[in-house]
């Protein structure tokens, strides 16, 4: 199983924008559902968002509601998670992964989900 690369992070100042992408392959992407993470220091990773594998529906934990985006591009085997208005709570390191198995209902419970990548940082400076 090939892990996912994300990439996109880096230093923005609050309300600022970030575009976050994360590519997989080696397997079925259009099957799966994909979620997006994050792991501020000291705490433990937290989903932030996810699309079904179809991506006609899509999840987002409260506080990024109205704020981000997920979208995903099945031809170019690619998720993206558009964020606005950045926080200085939103500093982290964003992961995404994909779901356990091929066509379920994308979910934000972090367990349903595994093949980490290596994150890309975000750091919202205030």
């Known amino acids: 199983q090939v892990q996912p690369v994300e990439s996109g992070g880096g230093l923005v100042q609050a309300g600022g924008s970030l575009r976050l992408s994360c590519t997989t392959s080696?397997?079925?992407?259009?099957?799966?559902?994909m979620g997006w993470f994050r792991q501020a220091p000291g705490k433990a990773r937290d989903a932030v968002a996810a699309?079904?594998?179809?991506?006609?529906?899509?999840y987002y934990t409260d506080s990024v509601k109205g704020r981000f985006t997920i979208s995903r591009d099945n031809a170019k085997n690619t998720v993206y998670l558009q964020m606005n208005s950045l926080k200085p709570e939103d500093t982290g390191v964003y992961y995404c992964?994909?779901?356990?198995?091929?066509?379920?209902?994308?979910?934000?419970?972090?367990?349903?989900?595994?093949?980490w990548g290596q994150g890309t940082q975000v750091t919202v400076a205030s």
């Open positions: 699309i079904s594998w179809g991506g006609s529906t899509t």
């Open positions: 992964a994909p779901s356990r198995v091929a066509f379920s209902t994308a979910s934000l419970n972090p367990n349903e989900y595994h093949g």
């Open positions: 080696g397997r079925t992407f259009g099957a799966y559902a």
